[in-house]
Each structure stands twice: as structure tokens, then as C-alpha cells.
């Protein structure tokens, strides 16, 4: 795996082979010359029918002058193409360079303010799982997409990256019998000749194509009321099954207002829809307003009573939900700028959902599921097994691997780090300067290391560099120095290069964090302070790292928080000596089930 390259010098290298035309052919990224500032889309969809028909009307900024524009179109086949600058249209030529991108050529250099029209058809593949495709359910079509990262250019030629958001302003011609939904709200439907009609939904707010999405088809609609600050929320499902959203309606209920306070900010999105999809290439995607989800990952029948299984399996469904609708802030209000940064979307919206989930059960079990989680990640995060968790995205292949699971469970591992190490309000404050800064547009982790840095005086930069690229876990061992004359320390060994916030407590003494850099520091305990019985080195269990123990810390263990102990067992599990056998063996009786049985199995 190459090392990361900025995104300043990876567009800089994307126009370069642009220009030179190099043999790895045309650049994957698009150049700043042509900016998007609102794309119309209009399609004439019957799902009946394989082909489609669609309409763009692109308006864009040309700032620097030129005579081609490209756009990103995949297996669209082009009808005509013109470019309009006042009341100047003219005809343009469509250059068709690779099979993920457009030329329009109007044969004279341009600049400034201008609008791009193409007419073309597209195909709703029955066996895609990405763009625009069908799918037949007890006799009847529907059409679904599913975009991210980049296949709305199957849908329509749009400029197809997270760095381009736009409003969108979407109208679909369906036959009368059929439903429509995409982003916005419906506005109006107009009646047709022939049996169709044209609905017409509102503007959407600045999206990235990859979150737009429609739906045609003979759909069901559960109207789930109103949550939150005032959202409408409604699930749509195929012909017959609008009952078994009601499951899915009672989350959002109580989940989004819980976002809505943790971010200070109202969901932006106008209207909440979560559809059922038969078929999709994730377990469900964010799109603002048109949440998708494979069907077993949104609907429950209300005939299956509640019983243990049950329950397991609705809070499941309700943690998915937790995780989309946390995206509709770190995603969709708030999107990476490009996607080596997606970890500020997947990791935050898999912390979130966590830390959303963490409030429907008792205090002395928070953080536990998310602790359980990141083992998983730490088994795995060797440069063998895993990869960094920012990498360069640069064709087609590489955006295979933009939502590798590293992105997820170490991403939100990190934030998880940085909430403990800053501090719970102030992560939160320093969260919503960065929603509220960026909002309807961009941002880097750059971005976040700033609004972090301005709400808790810790600059996070190092800290973000080292865990986000480059794989690994460090490995910590501390050593309480209390010399005879001198006041007592804590020395606290670190394994690997980097920077590590790492935060203790010890008896009677009150957890502190401290940035680790070279490969030992001595923290000098408060003054006064007697030689601790105890120490431990993961205050909250929140770090990133482990901690490797000569003599397991079990007279530390009454004091400890229930994250504190699954961390301990894990560590321990992981230092394999007789000492960790001891407190495993004193961890198989602890009082939390999870705890317990995680030391039990480390001991067999
Ligand atoms: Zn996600």
C-alpha cells in the first residue's frame, strides 16, 4: 500500500495525466475547470421497460476557458448535447474518452456562466446491484439506484465526486399507476396523455450525486408521522408490506431526536423516507431524504412477537438506522471532500450510532459494544490484514475499497480515542463548530483537526496521523517509579513510532491524559501524592492501543468501570503470560455477562 498523498497533489497529478495523456489513460478525477452549481434531471421511467429515457440541464461555472467540458457518463448512450450561455445555445459534439467519462465539445472556447443540455438514454439492468436497476417482485417491476461511490453516472452524465454538491432538481414521468420518490419532497404530479405523468420533487440542498436516488414502482407507504424537529418520516415498501415498517418508523421516533440534540443542529433534509430494497450492493445507504436499505435491514413483521431473538434483531435494525441517519450530519451536511477522507463520514456515523445506541442501556454498560467492536478491528490492523485507514482513491478499482471496514471500526475506534482524550463536551463542541462551519459543503480531516483544536486547546493533528495512515496497534507498558527521594512517577513505555493520547488514573488519583511521542515519558504523579496501590492506563477504555501488563492490575479491579474491564481482559488475553491468566481467571466471575464471558474465552 503506497503512502497517502494529499489531495492537492493527487489532483495535481489526476490534471497532469489528463494533460499528458499518459498510457494508464484518462485521469479518474475531474479537473476545478468546470464547477457544477445545479443539475435538473429529468427521466421518463416505466420499470417495465429495460431502457430509459432522461434529460440533464447542468448549469456550471467555466473558470478557466476551454472548449471541451468533461463529465463523468457510464454506458449512457448519448442523444445530443449543447451548451447555452445567455441566449447563445450552441450544438456540441460528445466525445465518449473512456467508459467513465464525457467530452462536450462545442468546437470554440468558452468561460464564465453556462448551462450544459444532454438528452440520452439509459438501461435498468435486472441484475445490477449499482446506478439505476430493476427488479421484479411478486409479478410486478420497480426501479431503485444505488450511487455511492460513483455510479450515479450510470443514471445520468453529471459530475460524479464528493467535492461536487449541488442542488438537484429531479422530475420523473411514471406511468399513472405507479408511485415516485426521490430526495425532496413531492411537489406536484402532473397528469399526462397516454397514461403517464410527470412528478415533480423540490430542490434538494447541495448533495454529491453519488447521494441522490429515486425509486419507480407500484410501492407501498407506511406514514410513520413526525420526529423530531418537525420531519415528516415515512417507509416505503413493495406492494403489500407497508405494515412492516412500523418497526422501522418507532426508530426513527426516538433516534433522530437524539441526534438532533447531541449536534445542536435540526435534520436539514426536509423529508424522511428509509425504502426497502430487494437488492443492493451495501446494507443500506444514506441518501438524504431516500435512506435505502436491503429489506431484512429495515422491515419487521408485526406477526413475529417480541420475543429474545426478536429483540436482538430490531435493535440491530435500530443501530443500522442509528448509523444512516447519524450520515444525514457527517455525510450529507458535512461531506469529505474527497474520498480518502470517507472516514469522516463511515467512521462518525458508525461512533455515533454506538454512542446513540449507548443511551437505551443501562450507564455501567456504555462504551462496551463499541470496546467489543474495535477488538475486532485490532485483531485484524496489521499491514497484512488491514490497510490504513486513509488511502488514495484512484480508479475504479481503488473505489472498490472505499468502505473497507477499517474505515468503519477504526475510524469510529479513533473518535472514540478523541472523545475520551478532549473530553466528552468538548469533543461535542468542537463537532458542532465543524458541522456548523462546513454545512452544505465540504471538509477535510484537516478541517476537523481545526474545530477539534479551537473547542479543547489539543492540537489532534499528530494523533490523526498516526492512527488514520498507518496501520498497527501500539502497545504501552507503565511503571509506577516511587523512589525514596523523589516524588512518584508513572513511566509509560510506547512500542511503535508516533503520536499516542494516552489517558491514566491510579488510586486516588483522577484520570489526566498525555500525549505520548518518543518511546518512554515520565508523568510526574500530583504533588503530595503517596506512592498509588494501583495504576491503569486506559482511563475509560477509550484508547487505541494496548497495554501490556508485567502483573495484572487486580487490585485496581473494584475500582474499575465496566469498559475498563473489557479493556483489561482483552489486553490481557493478548499478553498470553501467567499473570494475565490470573486476572482473566478473577475477570470469568465478573458481575457484567459480556465481561465475564470474554475472559472465560480468553482462558480457554
Ligand atoms: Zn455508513
Same mark, same amino acid.
Given at each position: 500500500?503506497?503512502?497517502?498523498?494529499?489531495?492537492?497533489?493527487?489532483?495535481?497529478? *489526476?490534471?497532469?495525466?489528463?494533460?499528458?495523456?499518459?498510457?494508464?489513460? @484518462?485521469?479518474?478525477?475531474?479537473?476545478?475547470?468546470?464547477?457544477?452549481?445545479?443539475?435538473?434531471?429529468?427521466?421518463?421511467?416505466?420499470?417495465?421497460?429495460?431502457?430509459?429515457?432522461?434529460?440533464?440541464?447542468?448549469?456550471?461555472?467555466?473558470?478557466?476557458?476551454?472548449?471541451? /467540458?468533461?463529465?463523468?457518463?457510464?454506458?449512457?448512450?448519448?442523444?445530443?448535447?449543447?451548451?447555452?450561455?445567455?441566449?447563445?445555445?450552441?450544438?456540441?459534439?460528445?466525445?465518449?474518452?473512456?467508459?467513465?467519462?464525457?467530452?462536450?465539445?462545442?468546437?470554440?472556447?468558452?468561460?464564465?456562466?453556462?448551462?450544459?443540455?444532454?438528452?440520452? @438514454?439509459?438501461?435498468?439492468?435486472?441484475?445490477?446491484?449499482?446506478?439505476? =436497476?430493476?427488479? %421484479?417482485?411478486?409479478?410486478?417491476?420497480?426501479? =431503485?439506484?444505488?450511487?455511492?461511490?460513483?455510479?450515479?453516472?450510470?443514471?445520468?452524465?453529471?459530475?460524479?465526486?464528493?467535492?461536487?454538491?449541488?442542488?438537484?432538481?429531479?422530475?420523473?414521468?411514471?406511468?399513472?399507476?405507479?408511485?415516485?420518490?426521490?430526495?425532496?419532497?413531492?411537489?406536484? #404530479?402532473?397528469?399526462?396523455?397516454?397514461?403517464?405523468?410527470? /412528478?415533480?420533487?423540490?430542490?434538494?440542498?447541495?448533495?454529491?450525486?453519488?447521494?441522490?436516488?429515486?425509486? !419507480?414502482?407500484?410501492?407501498?407507504?407506511?406514514?410513520?408521522?413526525?420526529?423530531?424537529?418537525?420531519?415528516?418520516?415515512?417507509?416505503?415498501?413493495?406492494?403489500?408490506?407497508?405494515?412492516?415498517?412500523?418497526?422501522?418508523?418507532?426508530?426513527?421516533?426516538?433516534?433522530?431526536?437524539?441526534? #438532533? *440534540?447531541?449536534?445542536?443542529?435540526?435534520?436539514?433534509?426536509?423529508?424522511?423516507?428509509?425504502?426497502? &430494497?430487494?437488492?443492493?450492493?451495501?446494507?443500506?445507504?444514506?441518501?438524504?431524504?431516500?435512506?435505502?436499505?436491503?429489506?431484512?435491514?429495515?422491515?419487521?413483521?408485526?406477526?413475529?412477537?417480541?420475543? @429474545? #431473538?426478536?429483540?436482538?434483531?430490531?435493535?440491530?435494525?435500530?443501530?443500522?438506522?442509528?448509523?444512516?441517519?447519524?450520515?444525514?450530519?457527517?455525510?450529507?451536511? /458535512?461531506?469529505?471532500?474527497?474520498?480518502?477522507?470517507?472516514?469522516?463520514?463511515?467512521?462518525?456515523?458508525?461512533?455515533?450510532?454506538?454512542?446513540?445506541?449507548?443511551?437505551?442501556?443501562?450507564?455501567?454498560?456504555?462504551?462496551?459494544?463499541?470496546?467489543?467492536?474495535?477488538?475486532?478491528?485490532?485483531?485484524?490492523?496489521?499491514?497484512?490484514?488491514?490497510?490504513? /485507514?486513509?488511502? *488514495?482513491?484512484?480508479?475504479?478499482?481503488?473505489?472498490?475499497?472505499?468502505?473497507?471496514?477499517?474505515? =468503519?471500526? %477504526?475510524?469510529?475506534?479513533?473518535?472514540?480515542?478523541?472523545?475520551?482524550?478532549?473530553?466528552?463536551?468538548?469533543?461535542?463542541?468542537?463537532?458542532? *463548530?465543524?458541522?456548523?462551519?462546513?454545512?452544505?459543503?465540504?471538509?477535510?480531516?484537516?478541517?476537523?483537526?481545526?474545530?477539534?483544536?479551537?473547542?479543547?486547546?489539543?492540537?489532534?493533528?499528530?494523533? &490523526?496521523?498516526?492512527?488514520?495512515?498507518?496501520?498497527?496497534?501500539?502497545?504501552?507498558?507503565?511503571?509506577?517509579?516511587?523512589?525514596?527521594?523523589?516524588?512518584?512517577?508513572?513511566?509509560?513505555?510506547?512500542?511503535?513510532?508516533?503520536?499516542?493520547?494516552?489517558?491514566?488514573?491510579?488510586?486516588? !488519583?483522577?484520570?489526566?491524559?498525555?500525549?505520548?511521542?518518543?518511546?518512554?515519558? #515520565?508523568?510526574?504523579?500530583?504533588?503530595?501524592?503517596?506512592?498509588?496501590?494501583?495504576?491503569?492506563?486506559?482511563?475509560?477504555?477509550?484508547?487505541?492501543?494496548?497495554?501490556?501488563?508485567? @502483573?495484572?492490575?487486580?487490585?485496581?479491579?473494584?475500582?474499575?468501570?465496566?469498559?475498563?474491564?473489557?479493556?483489561?481482559? =482483552?489486553?490481557?488475553?493478548? +499478553?498470553?503470560?501467567?499473570?494475565?491468566?490470573?486476572?482473566?481467571?478473577?475477570?470469568? +466471575?465478573?458481575?457484567?455477562?459480556?465481561?465475564?464471558?470474554?475472559?472465560?474465552?480468553?482462558?480457554?
Amino acid at each position: 500500500m503506497g503512502p497517502v498523498m494529499s489531495g492537492a497533489v493527487q489532483r495535481a497529478l *489526476a490534471c497532469f495525466t489528463l494533460v499528458a495523456g499518459s498510457s494508464v489513460g @484518462q485521469s479518474f478525477y475531474l479537473s476545478n475547470d468546470a464547477i457544477p452549481r445545479k443539475e435538473t434531471v429529468q427521466l421518463t421511467i416505466d420499470p417495465a421497460r429495460e431502457m430509459f429515457d432522461g434529460s440533464v440541464s447542468i448549469d456550471v461555472e467555466l473558470r478557466a476557458p476551454a472548449a471541451i /467540458v468533461w463529465l463523468n457518463a457510464k454506458n449512457l448512450t448519448i442523444g445530443s448535447a449543447s451548451v447555452a450561455q445567455g441566449d447563445m445555445v450552441r450544438p456540441a459534439k460528445v466525445i465518449p474518452v473512456s467508459d467513465e467519462r464525457i467530452g462536450i465539445d462545442v468546437g470554440q472556447t468558452l468561460a464564465g456562466p453556462a448551462t450544459i443540455r444532454i438528452a440520452y @438514454q439509459g438501461r435498468l439492468d435486472d441484475k445490477a446491484l449499482s446506478g439505476a =436497476y430493476r427488479r %421484479k417482485l411478486d409479478g410486478e417491476w420497480y426501479a =431503485y439506484t444505488t450511487f455511492a461511490p460513483i455510479d450515479a453516472r450510470r443514471a445520468f452524465p453529471c459530475f460524479d465526486e464528493p467535492r461536487f454538491k449541488t442542488p438537484w432538481d429531479i422530475s420523473i414521468r411514471v406511468r399513472r399507476e405507479h408511485k415516485a420518490f426521490s430526495n425532496g419532497r413531492e411537489l406536484s #404530479e402532473i397528469e399526462e396523455p397516454n397514461g403517464w405523468k410527470l /412528478v415533480k420533487f423540490a430542490t434538494t440542498e447541495p448533495l454529491p450525486s453519488e447521494m441522490v436516488a429515486f425509486a !419507480v414502482g407500484p410501492f407501498d407507504v407506511y406514514d410513520g408521522g413526525v420526529a423530531g424537529h418537525g420531519t415528516p418520516v415515512r417507509v416505503i415498501t413493495a406492494k403489500g408490506h407497508a405494515a412492516e415498517g412500523h418497526a422501522a418508523a418507532q426508530a426513527t421516533a426516538e433516534i433522530l431526536p437524539r441526534l #438532533e *440534540a447531541y449536534t445542536g443542529i435540526p435534520y436539514a433534509f426536509g423529508k424522511l423516507d428509509h425504502l426497502a &430494497l430487494p437488492a443492493g450492493a451495501y446494507g443500506a445507504v444514506e441518501n438524504p431524504g431516500l435512506i435505502t436499505y436491503r429489506t431484512r435491514n429495515l422491515l419487521i413483521a408485526p406477526k413475529e412477537a417480541p420475543n @429474545q #431473538e426478536n429483540a436482538a434483531f430490531t435493535r440491530a435494525v435500530r443501530a443500522l438506522q442509528a448509523h444512516e441517519i447519524g450520515h444525514q450530519w457527517f455525510g450529507n451536511l /458535512v461531506t469529505q471532500a474527497t474520498w480518502d477522507d470517507v472516514w469522516l463520514s463511515e467512521g462518525f456515523a458508525t461512533w455515533i450510532s454506538a454512542k446513540m445506541m449507548d443511551q437505551e442501556i443501562p450507564p455501567e454498560r456504555i462504551h462496551i459494544s463499541a470496546i467489543a467492536a474495535r477488538e475486532r478491528m485490532m485483531a485484524v490492523d496489521t499491514p497484512t490484514r488491514s490497510r490504513p /485507514v486513509r488511502i *488514495a482513491i484512484n480508479n475504479r478499482d481503488t473505489a472498490r475499497d472505499v468502505y473497507n471496514r477499517v474505515v =468503519y471500526e %477504526k475510524g469510529a475506534a479513533i473518535l472514540l480515542m478523541l472523545e475520551g482524550w478532549l473530553g466528552e463536551d468538548r469533543f461535542r463542541d468542537g463537532l458542532r *463548530a465543524y458541522l456548523n462551519e462546513h454545512r452544505f459543503g465540504n471538509a477535510t480531516t484537516d478541517d476537523l483537526a481545526a474545530a477539534l483544536r479551537a473547542a479543547s486547546g489539543n492540537d489532534t493533528s499528530r494523533v &490523526l496521523n498516526t492512527f488514520l495512515n498507518t496501520t498497527g496497534v501500539p502497545e504501552l507498558r507503565g511503571q509506577l517509579l516511587c523512589d525514596r527521594d523523589a516524588a512518584p512517577r508513572l513511566r509509560v513505555a510506547k512500542s511503535s513510532p508516533g503520536s499516542v493520547p494516552v489517558c491514566w488514573r491510579a488510586d486516588r !488519583v483522577a484520570t489526566s491524559c498525555t500525549v505520548l511521542e518518543g518511546p518512554s515519558t #515520565e508523568i510526574a504523579l500530583p504533588t503530595g501524592t503517596a506512592c498509588p496501590a494501583w495504576f491503569y492506563l486506559n482511563s475509560g477504555g477509550t484508547g487505541y492501543y494496548r497495554t501490556h501488563w508485567s @502483573q495484572a492490575p487486580l487490585r485496581a479491579l473494584p475500582e474499575l468501570s465496566g469498559a475498563e474491564r473489557l479493556t483489561l481482559v =482483552y489486553d490481557l488475553r493478548a +499478553s498470553k503470560d501467567a499473570s494475565a491468566q490470573a486476572g482473566l481467571a478473577r475477570l470469568a +466471575s465478573d458481575a457484567d455477562p459480556e465481561i465475564s464471558s470474554a475472559a472465560r474465552e480468553a482462558l480457554k
